[in-house]
């Protein structure tokens, strides 16, 4: 198992957020998380990410404990994440954007450098077009492109997603998917929280389903996707 969340546990001041959820993430596959607002899986994912303390529990990353560690630790050794609201700076061209998400690998403008840059401009084109383009400038598509391709050049072992289709048009969602497909096809772990739980059931691996900071269902995604109760709860009765 290359991530491990074990009986995790993390409050907001008095309020528990998340409450005991183990789940794990296996080396080349894309795990879903999905639930309603509130449920708790942006919190997870910011907690696997060491933006926010753990009250009990542990995370283990390719075979050592990170549950302490702090983020940028966790990004060197091959951990990052594209957050929920893209997270762009916007005084920063798209290029100055995807340098500070190869920062941590000390390495900017080498063979391995250019390498990664070039994977970000094949996946995303239009970040080609626009590398002098100020992010603040571009798209809400445009924009989250930007997040998924900055994480990407940190060169992860696992990527996390946090609602990488939200506020998007339906062709900007299709190509966004079709992406992701295309990150795990290249040997990139992904794991995903989405509010469109159609696209992510059906091409997870596994999923898990959150109420209330804790895991109420799992399962592999095309079964979840084709459960009775899991299309009335979450997928508007049918995928």
Same mark, same amino acid.
């Given at each position: 198992?290359?991530?491990e969340?074990?009986?995790?546990?993390?409050n907001?001041g008095?309020?528990e957020?998340?409450?005991?959820?183990?789940?794990?993430?296996?080396?080349?596959?894309?795990?879903t998380?999905?639930g309603a607002?509130?449920?708790?899986k942006?919190?997870?994912?910011?907690?696997?990410?060491?933006?926010r303390p753990? *009250?009990?529990?542990?995370?283990?990353?390719?075979? +050592?404990?990170i549950?302490?560690?702090?983020?940028?630790e966790?990004?060197?050794?091959?951990l990052?994440?594209?957050p929920?609201g *893209?997270?762009?700076?916007?005084?920063?061209?798209v290029r100055?954007?995807?340098?500070?998400?190869a #920062?941590?690998r000390?390495?900017?403008?080498?063979?391995?450098?250019q390498?990664?840059?070039?994977?970000?401009?094949?996946?995303?084109?239009?970040l080609?077009? *626009?590398?002098n383009?100020?992010?603040? +400038?571009?798209s809400?598509?445009e924009?989250?492109?930007?997040?998924?391709?900055?994480?990407?050049m940190a060169r992860?072992?696992v990527?996390?997603l946090?609602e990488?289709?939200m506020?998007l048009?339906?062709?900007?969602?299709?190509?966004? #998917?079709?992406?992701?497909?295309?990150?795990?096809?290249q040997?990139?772990?992904?794991?995903l929280?989405?509010q469109n739980?159609?696209?992510?059931?059906k091409r997870?691996?596994?999923?898990?389903?959150?109420?209330?900071?804790?895991i109420? *269902?799992?399962?592999p995604?095309r079964d979840?996707?084709g459960?009775?109760?899991?299309?009335?709860?979450y997928?508007?009765?049918d995928?």
């Open positions: 198992m290359l991530l969340v074990e009986g995790l546990c993390v907001y008095h309020i957020a998340i409450r005991d959820i183990s789940f794990g993430v296996e080396e080349g596959t894309i795990t998380l999905i607002n509130g449920a708790g942006t919190t997870t994912l910011k907690t696997i990410s060491g933006l753990v *009250r009990a529990g542990r995370i283990v990353f390719d075979g +050592t404990d549950t302490h560690l702090p983020p940028y966790r990004v060197k050794m091959g990052s994440q594209s929920e *893209r997270g762009c700076f916007p005084g920063m061209t100055e954007n995807l340098d500070m998400g #920062f941590v000390k390495d900017t403008r080498t063979p391995a450098y390498q990664d840059l070039d994977r970000v401009f094949d996946l995303f084109p239009r080609s077009e *626009r590398v383009q100020m992010a603040g +400038t571009m809400g598509g924009q989250q492109m930007l997040a998924m391709g900055r994480a990407l992860p072992k990527v996390l946090d990488p289709s506020g048009a339906p062709k900007l969602i299709a190509q966004i #998917f079709a992406i992701i497909d295309e990150i795990r096809a040997g990139t772990t992904v794991l929280v989405e739980a159609a696209q992510a059931l997870s691996d596994s999923a898990h389903i959150l109420e209330t900071g804790r109420i *269902r799992s399962g995604g979840l996707a459960d009775a109760s899991v299309k009335a709860a997928l508007g009765g995928v």
